[in-house]
């Protein structure tokens, strides 16, 4: 083979390997079903939750599009209650695959996660409204095959955020579907969570530097509210919807994000300054009760903060 040929094969060689997408893989995620007292503000008042792992919201599950989920859920013995899994990225039988587990049960089922995006995973079991005011809620996000690209850059830092309403008399399933009795709007399962300004007790923020892409996860798990996510002091340089990186929007104040959807929003704080940002939700009763998130951009970010298993800070 001359050199010519050689040089020709080695191009073609290289743009067959460059345009074929990385190779799926299987993910095993395990989480059980726990029903145990968890705290939702920074004072330590208890709430008699039903929970995905034992936190609220439920741990992050994030795999890479093509990939096959390889999901078990397990209702533990001590549980009271039947509990089942309703993923929004998965495409299956309703009635297979989402129906319920009795204590002492495990259920096993796989599905192909072939949307990129973020999505929401809550418990379907009946009814379903009191299961998921009463904590049993998380996010899925899947990342694109492609990676990043010019309209989806690679992030400095990246933070969940999953906006819930808080139902104190949640035994009253009939009350929450009639969206009776909410008095207050949990972040990441807390009551002004990351705002030391109107949460007593709450000691921290979401921290980023001066200038960085921060991509946020947002999911509302409200059972009834939508919420109109505002960045205050700043504007979300890209809002993609759902999460897809072929759904973005340039440039918006405030966007709103429906009932069980999740959408990815990206910002940038400016670049010579210490600046602070607040997230809310724009519906004022949900700000006043707990939907408000505290960003400060300073030199002085903790560098561990919105990477690795600190997207969702606890």
């Known amino acids: ?6 040089t020709l094969l080695l191009f073609f060689a290289a743009v067959l ?4 997408p990385a190779m799926a893989k299987t993910v095993k995620v395990d989480i059980h079903c726990v029903e145990k007292d968890v705290e939702i503000d920074n004072k330590g008042t208890k709430f008699p939750a039903w929970t995905f792992g034992g936190t609220l919201p439920g741990p992050v599950v ?3 599009e093509g990939d096959l989920v390889d999901f078990t859920l ?5 549980n009271g209650h039947s509990h089942s899994m309703d993923f929004h990225a998965a495409k299956v039988d309703v009635l297979e695959e ?7 049960s ?14 929401m995973y809550h418990c379907g079991a009946n009814n379903m409204a009191q299961h998921i005011a009463k904590g049993m809620y998380g996010i899925i996000i899947v990342d694109p095959k492609e990676g990043f690209t010019k309209n989806y850059p690679k992030p400095d830092r990246e933070y969940v955020l999953v906006q819930s309403q808080y139902f104190p008399d949640s035994g009253d399933a009939m009350a929450i579907v009639d969206n009776v009795g909410s008095t207050g709007s949990l972040i990441n399962g807390k009551i002004f969570h ?18 960085e892409l921060v991509r946020i996860f947002f999911v509302n798990a409200n059972v009834n509210e939508a919420a109109a996510f505002h960045p205050i002091g700043n504007v979300w340089a890209r809002v993609y919807q759902n999460g897809n990186p072929k759904n973005v929007l340039y440039g918006m104040q405030t966007y709103n994000v429906a009932v069980s959807e999740a959408d990815t929003f990206d910002i940038y704080s400016p670049a010579d300054r210490v600046t602070h940002n607040a997230y809310v939700d724009h519906n004022m009763k949900a700000a ?27």
């Open 106 to 119: 495990k259920k096993n089922y796989k599905f192909e996660a072939k949307y990129p995006g973020v999505f």
């Open 17 to 20: 390997f460059a345009a074929t």
């Open 62 to 64: 994030r795999v890479t």
């Open 194 to 211: 990351y705002d030391p300004l109107h949460g007593a007790g709450s000691a921290r923020t979401l921290e980023s530097k001066p200038g």
């Open 74 to 78: 397990v209702n533990d013995e001590a």
């Open 288 to 314: 006043h009760h707990g939907a408000i998130t505290i960003m400060t951009n300073s030199d002085e970010a903790d560098p561990k903060m919105g990477k690795g298993d600190n997207i969702l800070p606890r």
């Open 98 to 104: 989402f129906d319920v587990v009795k204590p002492g």
């Open 1 to 6: 083979m001359n050199a010519t040929n050689k």
